[in-house]
């Protein structure tokens, strides 16, 4: 599979620009904590992870918002933080 930058930002404004539309300009995150699973075992699909670690969302948008402010480099890396946002965003909006 290939997934070309141009499709993801396409992607984004078109399901954040839904979210906004549905009456979801801000979604309440009342998790912070959750389960992980390492990289080297997250794609071995036929394989059981051996061993989970803990993410934190109110860490992962800490990142995040200081790149967007200026205070850190952006880098690759922090895709992984803002996916854990997505997703947690995701899980709590219907429709």
């Known amino acids: 599979m290939h997934v070309s930058v141009a499709e993801l930002r396409e992607s984004c404004e078109l399901l954040l620009t839904h979210l906004e539309q549905s009456g ?8 912070d904590l959750y389960w992980n699973v390492p990289q080297d075992q997250r794609y ?4 059981e992870p051996k061993s989970l670690d803990m993410g934190q969302l109110s860490q992962d948008w800490a990142e995040v918002q200081a790149i ?7 880098l690759g890396y922090a895709l992984v933080w803002l996916s854990s ?5 995701g899980e ?3 429709g």
């Open 85 to 89: 946002i997505l997703r947690a965003v």
């Open 92 to 94: 709590k909006t219907v």
């Open 44 to 47: 071995q699909a036929y394989e």
């Open 68 to 74: 967007v402010r200026g205070e850190k480099e952006p």
């Open 24 to 31: 979801s300009a801000s979604v309440e995150l009342t998790s």
